[in-house]
């Protein structure tokens, strides 16, 4: 006789996974918006009020859900502060106002390549600061990658190779990669106490208090968003898109299918990010752009593979 007790477990098993498929190809197009966002409004919203505004009205929003939480585990965070503030400051600072700042400068594809090597960083800062093992696909892997990511920053141009010459906004692209490559390599060495989605939620507010003294200065010197309904829409697309959004489906795709095949995001959001912006924003592939991406895909793939 059947039980009929584990024919549902498996029937919602099934579900939950189809489920998380679906999301795993949702999960990197709404981290994409984060970057076409930017684009589309560098002329209107400066850097750090985008950033801060992102990133506040993002916790804001989660307050209702996490705030219970949050209170129950105040004396771990007041323990944790440092790691928090660090980590508010890499991964919410840096890698929300460089990339804002960048994408004054430079396209949405070459934001989407040069941020999607970050894994082949990670592999490499984890094994800097943690001596984590260097294999030689792991090794091989970092090497492509890295060609690949000269290949978009140098747009192909031997001539800029031997001159250095760069584009502004590819170099603040580049050091947000870094900045959120040793953010995802401390989260996973210096895990904490704290559940993960209070861990987050409260990352978020620090990181939001450590752009506000930067946002201050800006609007102080006169830098300010021109308030419209397209604007206001901007800050509340990136806090719920990219922002809560993306975290959300993220988390539940590794919680259903592991952290191996949550990985494939980091190779489809590339893609994305150069779709968007020539749908979009108009903008134009170059020959550049798909050889950067026939290194730095495989490349992310030999580094980051078990």
């Known amino acids: 006789m059947i039980d009929r007790r584990t024919t549902d477990s498996d029937s919602a098993a099934q579900r939950d996974r189809t489920y998380a498929l679906i999301l795993l190809f949702i999960v990197p197009a709404l981290f994409s918006t984060n970057i076409i966002v930017a684009r589309a409004v560098n002329d209107t919203v400066p850097p750090f009020a985008l950033a801060y505004w992102r990133w506040m009205l993002a916790f804001l929003l989660f307050l209702p859900v996490v705030g219970p939480e949050l209170w129950r585990h105040r004396a771990a965070i007041v323990d944790e502060w440092r790691d928090l503030l660090v980590l508010g400051i890499l991964g919410i600072g840096i890698c929300g106002a460089f990339v804002y700042i960048g994408a004054a400068t430079t396209s949405a594809t070459n934001i989407g390549l040069i941020f999607g090597s970050a894994p082949i960083i990670i592999a490499g800062t984890a094994t800097l600061m943690y001596g984590e093992p260097m294999v030689r696909a792991k090794a091989a892997g970092i090497f492509i990658s890295l060609l690949g990511v000269l290949i978009v920053v140098f747009r192909g141009d031997m001539a ?43 990352t978020m507010l620090f990181g939001a208090l450590s752009l506000l003294p930067f946002y201050i200065v800006e609007s102080a010197q006169g830098v300010l968003p021109s308030l419209s309904v397209e604007t206001v829409g901007a800050m509340l697309v990136v806090a719920i898109v990219p922002g809560l959004a993306a975290y959300i489906g993220y988390a539940r795709i590794q919680r259903s299918l592991g952290a191996g095949s949550t990985g494939l995001i980091l190779y489809l959001a590339p893609t994305y990010t150069a779709l968007f912006g020539w749908v979009l924003l108009g903008e134009t592939l170059e020959p550049y752009h798909f050889a950067g991406a026939a290194l730095i895909l495989p490349g992310i793939f030999l580094s980051t593979r078990r």
């Open 160 to 202: 800029a190779v031997l001159a250095l010459t760069f584009v502004p906004g590819d170099l603040w692209i580049a050091a947000a990669a870094l900045a959120w490559a040793i953010y995802s390599v401390m989260l996973r060495h210096r895990p904490g106490q704290l559940p993960a989605r209070v861990r987050f939620s409260a």
